[in-house]
C-alpha cells in the first residue's frame, strides 16, 4: 500500500491517483458517513455533493472556516494555521514544548514523552490493524505505534502539525501512517472501523467531551481499547493553581476531575476505565462497550 510520504514526493499525476483510490478506502464522507469516491485533487461524497480536497497529499475535510468557531482553541489554530508562527511551534513542538508542558503544568520529573508513549502503546496492545490517533498533532503517539501491521490513521484540525508529521514519517521512514485534517466532532471514517484508538493531549481542548468521545467510539469496534492521555484536576504541578483551571477555561478548554472523566466515558458507551496519574497527568484505558455494535459497522469489508 503507497505511504502518504510517496504521495509528497511524487510529481507524477498518477502516483497520487493510486493513492488517492487506496485511501479512499479508509475514509467516509464527515457529514453522512457514506463511502467516498476519488475525485479529481480529492474525494467526493454523492450523497452530499461535496467534494474534500487533498491539499499537498493531506485530505482537508474541514469545509468550514473555523476563525468563526464558537470554540477558542479552534478559532486560534483557523486564525494561524500554516503561517511561520504555527509552523515553527509545530517544528518544536515534540522536543522543546513536550518536556517542558509535562513538567511545568503536570509537577516536576512526573512524567515524560517516553514513558507516556510507552503507556500508550501498552493500552494498544499487539493486536495488528487499524488504529485512530485523534487530535494526532505530528503523529506524536501514532507514529511511535505504527508499523507493517498496524495502520495509523491520525486527525487534527490543523495543517502545521499534520505537515510536521509527513515530515517526521518522511524522515523516519515510518510505514502506514496517514493524515488527515478533520475535527473529532465529524470524524471522516464509518462505523465500527478501528481495532484500537488514541486521543492524546487534547480532550482537555474539546467543547463537549462526551460528544467527542462518542464519536470516537462510534469509529472503533466493540471491545476495542481506546487510550487516552489528558491533563487532571490533580493537586499536582501549576495545576493546582485556580487561576492556571481559571486560565484553561477562558482558552476554551477544560480541567476535569478523574471522576468525572469516568462518568464521561461511561456515558459515551465505553467501559473498563483504568486510570494511571502522573502528578496532573492522566492516563486511561478504557474498552468501547461490547453490548453497542453498530448498525453500520459491516456495512462494508475492512481494507
Ligand atoms: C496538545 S496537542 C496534542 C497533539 C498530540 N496528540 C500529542 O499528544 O502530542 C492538541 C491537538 O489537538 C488538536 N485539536 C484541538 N481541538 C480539536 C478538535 N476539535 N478536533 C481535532 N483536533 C483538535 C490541536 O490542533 C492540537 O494539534
Ligand atoms: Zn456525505
Not at 201 to 217: C, P, Q, W, Y
Amino acid at each position: 500500500m503507497a505511504t502518504q510520504s510517496s504521495v509528497i514526493e511524487s510529481t507524477v499525476p498518477q502516483a497520487q491517483d493510486e493513492w488517492t483510490r487506496q485511501s479512499c478506502g479508509f475514509y467516509s464522507c464527515p457529514k453522512c458517513k457514506q463511502d467516498l469516491e476519488p475525485a479529481y485533487d480529492g474525494f467526493s461524497c454523492r450523497v452530499c455533493a461535496t467534494t474534500y480536497p487533498i491539499l499537498r497529499g493531506i485530505p482537508d475535510f474541514i469545509l468550514v472556516n473555523l476563525e468563526e468557531s464558537r470554540n477558542r482553541s479552534l478559532r486560534v489554530v483557523g486564525k494561524n494555521d500554516s503561517r511561520p508562527p504555527l509552523d515553527f511551534m509545530a517544528s518544536v513542538y515534540e522536543t522543546w514544548i513536550y518536556p517542558y508542558v509535562c513538567n511545568l503544568y503536570g509537577g516536576w520529573h512526573s512524567t515524560s514523552l517516553e514513558r507516556l508513549a510507552h503507556d500508550i502503546a501498552e493500552i494498544v496492545g499487539s493486536r495488528d490493524g487499524l488504529i485512530l490517533d485523534v487530535a494526532c498533532g505530528p503523529g506524536t503517539y501514532g507514529r511511535r505505534i505504527a508499523s507493517e501491521s498496524k495502520t495509523v490513521l491520525g486527525i487534527d484540525i490543523c495543517m502545521s502539525m499534520l505537515r510536521q508529521g509527513v515530515q517526521y514519517v518522511e524522515k523516519g521512514h515510518i510505514p502506514n501512517v496517514y493524515f488527515a485534517r478533520a475535527t473529532v466532532e465529524a470524524l471522516p471514517f464509518r462505523d465500527g472501523l478501528f481495532d484500537a484508538a488514541i486521543c492524546a493531549g487534547s480532550l482537555n481542548h474539546f467543547s463537549d467531551t462526551v460528544l467527542a468521545l462518542r464519536e470516537i467510539g462510534r469509529t472503533m469496534k466493540a471491545g476495542a481499547p481506546l487510550a487516552v492521555m489528558c491533563f487532571a484536576r490533580i493537586n499536582s504541578g501549576l495545576m493546582k493553581y485556580k487561576w492556571i483551571l481559571d486560565g484553561a477555561e477562558r482558552g476554551g478548554g477544560h480541567i476535569d476531575t478523574v471522576a468525572d472523566l469516568e462518568r464521561y466515558v461511561a456515558k459515551a458507551d465505553f467501559e473498563d476505565f483504568r486510570p494511571r496519574v502522573y502528578g496532573s497527568v492522566l492516563v486511561f484505558s478504557a474498552r468501547k462497550s461490547r453490548q453497542s455494535i453498530s448498525v453500520n459497522a459491516q456495512r462494508r469489508p475492512l481494507l
